[in-house]
């Protein structure tokens, strides 16, 4: 076969290829051709690299193996998250939604120098190792995370269960790196969890948002309600360290606690820019609502918080969040690959994109770990004015005064797992004093 022929038909295989998205996608009218000659030109330039290491390269390559790198390389230079999905990724994301897939149970994003941790996911080997969000993977095992994709990272990082990761990974404020060992497991994701904070005050907890999420939300808010004798008095939504996931989910969980006005919307270059808006009916009837946000809450979770803060349904309570207000499309491509590419950005009610910038919390509060045995050590004695010795007496029994009428709730206590966790989260114990100084306001 000449060389000339082997360019064309090297051309007419990397322009079914490009086009294969758009083909699927079809963005519509907001969509335009770049100019053809332009277009063939750079394929030509494609097609003569590609045909160059096809020649001289060291090693012999396979098309399809050129061809997917291409497409990687293209994606990655765009964003930290527009990406190339082949077989297995493309796969392995389908899972994810779903709460169930093997690994170490952390949202990532590229980096510069490595691999950025989001969040860790509650409950999973890598939160239970001690990551955090905001932690900078620089190797991964023997292997230098500045060196590879976002996409081999991932690969690196998952595998069979019960096998172990090493991940070096550069922590503020630490003076040298850290090396973290990390058990592969299956991860099970609970998307939500509740409990009671105090007599008639809910804990929400969303980890994640997946498929089912804004139904288990409000079920959860039912029993709740149930197990506090029919009604409560306030709640706390905690998205801390929630990396986010689909977009439908954070509508659905946003609606369920506000009667009206926009959610959010997406606004495209190419496509159908989106709007969503609230239905009638609040779950929580209107009650005093604090939404726990830090660094690790992102995507929809942002998308949850900056609805909330908006329409002043809910008091924002914590550190900023991670910042990602971008939308990616996933478009299915031949052979069971796919690519995920950035095609919007979101807008929060009030008509702010977040992307880069994050929302700031109505309250700042540092989270710091308390231990039990130390608050004990440290806790002194108060003393007042009826421990002196020789204090006045307040002539209380001459004259009978009325009481100030005290707020009582009633309903189930907390349980003792969350006892033990308010003494040790102070963003949720600020967030838990708020409530009660809420209800005891507008209590009677």
Same mark, same amino acid.
């Given at each position: 076969m000449s060389l000339k022929l082997r360019r064309a038909l090297l051309a007419i295989a990397a322009v079914a290829v490009l086009t294969a998205g758009v083909l699927v996608w079809q963005p519509g009218n907001g969509y335009r051709q770049a100019n053809a000659a332009t277009d063939y030109q750079q394929l030509q330039k494609f097609s003569h690299v590609m045909d160059i290491v096809r020649r001289a390269y060291v090693e012999k390559v396979s098309d399809e193996k050129l061809i997917e790198g291409a497409l990687s390389g293209m994606l990655s230079s765009l964003d930290p998250h527009s990406t190339y999905l082949n077989k297995e990724m493309y796969k392995q994301m389908t899972v994810d939604t779903k709460g169930e897939f093997g690994g170490l149970g952390i949202e990532i994003s590229a980096a510069e120098g490595g691999i950025r941790i989001v969040s860790p996911i509650e409950d999973t080997p890598a939160d239970r190792a001690g990551v955090k969000a905001g932690d900078l993977i620089i190797k991964i095992d023997d292997q230098l995370a500045r060196d590879i994709s976002l996409a081999e990272g991932v690969k690196l990082m998952r595998?069979?269960?019960?096998?172990?990761?090493?991940?070096?990974?550069?922590?503020?404020?630490?003076?040298?790196?850290?090396?973290?060992?990390?058990?592969?497991?299956?991860?099970?994701?609970?998307?939500?969890?509740?409990?009671?904070?105090?007599?008639?005050?809910?804990?929400?907890?969303?980890?994640?948002?997946?498929?089912?999420? $804004?139904?288990?939300?409000?079920?959860?808010?039912?029993?709740?309600?149930?197990?506090?004798? $029919?009604?409560?008095?306030?709640?706390?939504?905690?998205?801390?360290?929630?990396?986010?996931?689909?977009?439908?989910?954070?509508?659905?969980?946003?609606?369920?606690?506000?009667e009206k006005g926009n959610i959010v919307s997406t606004k495209s270059r190419a496509g159908k820019s989106l709007t969503f808006d609230a239905r009638a009916g609040d779950a929580l009837s209107g009650l005093p609502l604090i939404v726990l946000i830090n660094n690790g809450s992102a995507s929809a979770s942002e998308i949850v918080a900056g609805a909330l803060q908006d329409h002043h349904r809910a008091v924002l309570l914590g550190t900023k969040s991670f910042g990602k207000g971008s939308v990616q499309s996933v478009i299915p491509l031949q052979g069971g690959t796919a690519i995920k590419v950035t095609t919007a950005l979101y807008y929060t009610p009030s008509g702010r994109s977040i992307q880069a910038t994050g929302i700031d919390p109505d309250i700042q509060v540092e989270q710091v770990i308390n231990k039990p045995a130390e608050q004990a050590k440290s806790k002194i004695p108060s003393v007042s004015e009826r421990d002196l010795k020789g204090h006045l007496s307040n002539g209380n029994k001459k004259t009978r005064l009325k009481k100030a009428k005290k707020v009582e709730i009633k309903g189930a206590g907390a349980s003792a797992a969350m006892q033990e966790r308010l003494q040790m989260d102070t963003q949720l114990q600020r967030a838990l004093d708020l409530l009660r100084g809420l209800h005891a306001l507008h209590a009677g």
């Open positions: 595998g069979k269960p019960g096998t172990s990761i090493v991940l070096t990974i550069f922590r503020e404020g630490e003076n040298q790196p850290l090396e973290v060992k990390i058990v592969r497991a299956i991860i099970k994701v609970k998307s939500v969890k509740s409990d009671i904070l105090a007599p008639g005050y809910a804990y929400l907890r969303v980890t994640q948002f997946q498929e089912r999420t $804004g139904k288990l939300l409000k079920g959860q808010i039912s029993d709740l309600k149930k197990r506090s004798g $029919g009604s409560l008095a306030g709640a706390v939504l905690d998205l801390r360290n929630n990396p986010g996931g689909l977009l439908n989910q954070a509508v659905e969980v946003s609606d369920l606690f506000l």
